[in-house]
């Protein structure tokens, strides 16, 4: 008899190894799979944030863009943060409206995709400009349109994991510099532009202390420059712990921190501001899991390493970031869940977890610096079951899928009621190669 609670991965979602092994079964490996509960979990955990004057939690399109995703957390109440203007395509083809979008972009647009954003701007979609490039592109629209966008500003500080998602220190690009503030405002004065949203966002940090810092200098901005915003916005970066000893953000903190700064800046100037966050990670990275399985095990004089079928192609986050993620070892059949790191390890067996790609980055197991090192766990069998934990999050959505010539994986849905329902076929050889001539 297999006891569910027993065969459950961890103690934050009810994915458990038979339903894995089935998922293997019916759909083969590698595959993506969600579980819808937590991402509604998540999404309430957001949605139940301590505010002064109202508050909108955006979804990060791009952390996970599959649509099917978009309509779970549509329909639990989120708006969206969208990074592209396919993004915004993408998320309206799902169903949401475009009242609901934000696009806060890198992009520069000129010729039919300029003309787009304008028609998508009078359908209601919102903008962040971030560079004075992009306000001087839209100014005079914008002026005679009678619409108002918001601004990115780059304060000048950052956080984040590591070097590479840093979005806000001196290093990085995005938004509009500190020292660029006044002329944006010049200009907007001379359109009658008037920025009642404005938006920071500073990276994927852990830090709590940064993320009230950006509280603090964001409000300390809009204090100084923007008199007219009503609506401001700290963007995401909210942690998520996807390892035992990972700290996820205290978000009932976060929000009764910034409740009180909020509060006290409508003391001093009359003025309530509503308040945005925009988390992707926090929604969806821990509902996510990649089933592999293992394909071979390889003993070197020092290192013992065991080969899966699916690693970078799948889960580039080690490779990019030197991030960590649990696996687990589960037998082939889902009878039991020989180890994890959310349980006690016996046995003294370690091992590097590697992919099947042609690169000597392609390994789950990678320290800061790029190095393969060996995690504690069961010995698995040829054919076991390795998942890798807390994948739903910049996984599928970031993944360099054809390399190799391996086809993009499926992605399938662990829904509420415990059923298995594909949202995304595997992709086919005739596909990866249709656009070649
Ligand atoms: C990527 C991004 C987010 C989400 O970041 P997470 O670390 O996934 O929470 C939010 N806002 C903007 C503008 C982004 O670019």
């Known amino acids: 008899m297999i006891n569910g609670d027993i065969t459950r991965l961890n103690q934050f979602s009810r994915f458990n190894s038979v339903a894995a092994a089935r998922a293997a079964e019916e759909f083969g490996t590698p595959i993506y799979i969600y579980d819808e509960a937590m991402i509604l979990n998540r999404c309430q955990d957001c949605l139940k944030m301590p505010h002064a004057y109202g508050l909108t939690v955006r979804y990060a399109i791009k952390a996970n863009p599959n649509r099917t995703l978009l309509k779970i957390i549509h329909d639990a109440g989120l708006h969206f943060d969208a990074s592209s203007l396919n993004e915004v395509i993408r998320a309206h083809l799902a169903g949401i409206p475009y009242e609901k979008i934000m696009l806060t972009t890198q992009e520069v647009y000129s010729g039919q995709n300029l003309d787009l954003l304008k028609s998508l701007l009078l359908d209601g979609l919102k903008y962040n400009v971030c560079s004075l490039r992009q306000l001087y592109l839209i100014g005079d629209f914008a002026c005679e349109n ?23 220190d001196e290093y990085s690009c995005f938004g509009i510099h500190l ?29 709590t202390e940064m993320w009230r810092q950006n509280i603090d200098i964001e409000l300390g ?125 016996s046995g003294n067996y370690s091992a590097v977890v590697a992919g099947k ?64 329902k594909l949202i995304r076929k595997r992709q086919t050889m005739e596909q990866m190669l249709e656009n070649e001539i």
């Open 146 to 168: 009678y619409i108002e966008p918001g601004i990115r500003i780059h304060p000048g500080v950052g956080s984040g994991e590591s070097a590479t998602r840093n979005t806000g």
């Open 179 to 207: 020292s660029d503030i006044d002329e944006a405002l010049k200009y907007a004065w001379g359109k009658w532009i008037k920025f009642k949203h404005v938006h920071v966002h500073i990276g994927s940090g852990a830090d």
């Open 221 to 345: 901005i809009i204090e100084k420059h923007f008199k007219e915003t009503d609506s401001v916005c700290f963007g995401g970066g909210l942690k998520e712990a996807r390892m035992p000893d990972e700290q996820a953000a205290d978000i009932e903190f976060l929000g009764k921190y910034a409740k009180t700064q909020i509060e006290k800046f409508n003391k001093k100037h009359k003025r309530k501001l509503k308040m945005e966050i925009e988390p992707g990670t926090f929604i969806v990275a821990n509902s996510g899991y990649i089933l592999t399985k293992v394909i071979d095990k390889k003993d070197t004089a020092i290192k013992s390493f065991i080969l899966t079928d699916g690693g970078m192609e799948t889960n580039p986050r080690p490779l990019y970031y030197g991030s960590q993620h649990p696996i687990y070892i589960l037998s082939g059949d889902g009878a039991h869940v020989k180890s994890s790191e959310f349980s006690d390890i």
């Open 357 to 420: 790609c042609c690169e000597s980055g392609d390994c789950q197991t990678l320290d800061a610096d790029g190095h393969a090192i060996s995690r504690k766990m069961a010995e698995p069998e040829i054919g076991d079951l390795a998942v890798i934990g807390g994948t739903g999050a910049y996984c599928s959505s970031l993944a360099p899928f054809n390399y190799n010539s391996h086809t993009q994986v499926p992605e399938v849905l662990f829904t509420s009621s415990g059923d298995l």
